[in-house]
Each structure stands twice: as C-alpha cells, then as structure tokens.
C-alpha cells in the first residue's frame, strides 16, 4: 500500500511530534488507547448522557474479540461544549472518537499551529485530528485507524438515534466489480459508483508496472466502508490494495479460504492464494489483488518461489 503523497508529506513533516500530542486529553483527560471503564469514568463527570452499545460479533475492523461504542450528549469541556461524542473501543482499548456540533469550535480552540489539507478535510497531524467543516465534525484517531482512514468513515451510532446493536448484510467475498486487467475508461465510472469519493494520483515512477492510482474511499467489503488503492499499468488496472485491520486478520483470512480455497504460499508476513493472484499481508493489515502475470512476477522476484 502507498499512502496518498499529500498525506505522506504531511506524516513526514509531522512524525517528530506524533507521540507527545494528546488532543483528547480535554475529554477530562482522556487518552487513546485507554479501557472502557477508565475512559466511562472521565466522561461520567463531563457528559450530560451516555449510552453504551456492545457488538457481540464485532465487524470494526480494528476489534478482534470485542467492539464497544459509548455515545455521549452534550459533553463540556474546558473549550466549550460538544453536542455529541462517540468513542469507540476495540479489544477495551479506545481507538476512535468522532465529534459532532460545535466539534471544530472546541477540538481547535487552543491549537497553535495550522491545519494543513488533505482531500477536503483540514488536518492537524500532531495530534491525530481531521476535520470537516461543512460538517462541524472531527476525528481523533490511533495510528492503527489512520491506516484504515477512518476520517472517512462515520459512526452509524452516533449520526442516528440507534441504541442497538446493528447487524448489517454483507458479503464477504471480493467486490466483483473489481475486475483485475479491465481498462482505466471501463472501470473509472464504476469505482466512482461504488465509492462515496474518489480521488486520482498520478505516481511517481518507482512501481514500474503502474502510473496511476485512484484511492476509493467507502468501499464496502466484508461489513465496513474501505478505503481501496486501484492501480493501473498502461491504463489496465493490475494491482488492487483493500486496507483492513489487524483486529479482523482472521475474519478474513476465513473469507478467503472460503472463497478461494487454502492458501499456497504462507510466512510470516503474507499468506498467498488463487494462484498468486490475492495476498493476505499481516504486517501491514491490507489485502492484494494482482493481475495474474503481475502475481506470477511478484512470486518470483519478490517472494523468491
């Protein structure tokens, strides 16, 4: 996977500073990554209401075991009041907040530096924040929710008045309209369609085999709007990443057998299947799509077989 080059400089210029900031803290000293009883107690003190909504079987693909929203109204802080927050959980570790109402008045009130942009979002990369104006809605997120792009992503229990788990239908099959060797003028209108934006990066000559990338943000696959990198060699896409999650390696890695069969080539980084043609990475959670000449090429001179 290559991150998007705007958003990759902006990492670089900021990487010194990743670990100190700490933006959540005005949630009465709330920090990511904290448990749900450790996070409930703070906000107990600062919110006017909170619902807590337990996933029996998980789908956030950050949670392995157990997934856990807690919504909350009219939360006061020192910056001023947020109509509603909702921190999500993962494995009782908080990985996500989004904030609405009032949320860009109160997230950036005592910031000092400035936002820089990224798609249409404003971004305070020190502290993790993304930012949509027309929205009045924010995003503080761990590392782990940065590489799956969950600015994108809204949280149904938050933008509704649902109290209840929901158990959405999906397939846990490839998107089929993913069509691997399809031309650039066929398949651009179609990722446009199945994606809630979309956005085109010409690249910058390292990969040989491609010259453009189109990243589709919310994407669905496997229960949850994906970000995916469609990459395209002489206008023929060949090469297809769909970002995951950790949390969900084995969820997936069950959808894949059932689809396409036992892996044929399996380390400790990758598990291999369809005869080189869709990958399971595990150091950086993604799935890989290739082109069959282009998979037969990467077993070869990349994965040595």
Known sequence: MKLDKNLLTLLCLIFPFLVSAQIESIFNGVELNQSFQMVSEKLSDIAKSTNIISIDQPNFPLANIKEEHLVCSQVVTANGTI??????????????????????????????DTARTYLNYDVYVAEKLFLKKEEDAGWILTE????????????????SEIDEEIHPKFSEEIPNFIKMGASLDELKPILEANSDFTSSEVLDGTDPNAQLQINCFGVEYFGFPRKIEARFGNNIL?????????????????????????????????????DWQVGLRKDKPEILLMEKNIGLGYKTSYFKQ
Do not use: C
Request: hydrophobic letters at 45%; aromatic letters at 14%; proline letters at 2%.
């Open 83 to 112: 109509n509603k927050v909702v921190f999500t959980f993962a494995d009782d570790k908080l990985k996500y907040i989004e904030a609405r109402g009032n949320a860009i008045q109160v997230l950036t009130h005592k910031l000092s």
């Open 144 to 159: 782990e929710a940065m590489h799956n792009n969950m600015f994108t992503w809204q949280n149904p229990y938050l933008i």
């Open 238 to 274: 060949n090469v297809v990443w769909i970002l995951t999650g950790k949390g969900e390696e084995d969820r997936i890695r069950k959808a894949l057998i059932a689809e396409f069969g036992n892996p044929i080539f399996v380390t400790d980084e990758w598990e291999i299947f369809n």
